[in-house]
């Protein structure tokens, strides 16, 4: 049985991760703001966890949890910094005008 969730939450993922490499990117963007993905990079680096990674799952429940939720803290903080320069087209679509469609799709069985 399919899972009708699962490309709607890779969609995000990609999305947030697309938004987050323009954030990086732009100078309007605070610096502290721009921390925090550094911050969550640190983290998974760093020796010590909150779960420790040896125990298998769990450990890397607690990384990509804090992964996630940092992009998303920084995508939202960094949106009310530039939020037209937030777009998730990528700049050779934007310089092509290349149309971006948003729309919504469904999953006939």
């Given at each position: 049985?399919?899972?009708?969730?699962?490309?709607?939450?890779?969609?995000?993922?990609?999305?947030?991760?697309?938004?987050?490499w323009n954030a990086?990117?732009?100078?309007?963007?605070?610096?502290?703001?721009?921390?925090?993905?550094?911050?969550?990079?640190?983290?998974?680096?760093?020796?010590?966890?909150?779960?420790?990674d040896p125990i298998?799952?769990?450990?890397?429940?607690?990384?990509?949890?804090?992964?996630?939720?940092?992009?998303?803290?920084?995508?939202?903080?960094?949106?009310?910094?530039?939020?037209?320069?937030?777009?998730?087209?990528?700049?050779?679509?934007?310089?092509?005008?290349?149309?971006?469609?948003?729309?919504n799709y469904r999953?006939?069985?």
């Amino acid at each position: 049985m399919k899972n009708p969730a699962t490309p709607k939450l890779a969609f995000e993922l990609w999305k947030n991760l697309v938004a987050a490499w323009n954030a990086l990117r732009d100078p309007q963007v605070a610096l502290w703001k721009k921390a925090i993905p550094v911050l969550c990079i640190a983290y998974l680096i760093w020796p010590l966890d909150l779960i420790a990674d040896p125990i298998l799952g769990l450990g890397q429940i607690d990384d990509l949890a804090l992964i996630i939720a940092g992009l998303q803290l920084f995508v939202h903080l960094a949106q009310t910094d530039a939020p037209r320069q937030m777009s998730t087209r990528s700049e050779k679509d934007a310089s092509q005008g290349v149309e971006t469609i948003d729309a919504n799709y469904r999953v006939v069985d």
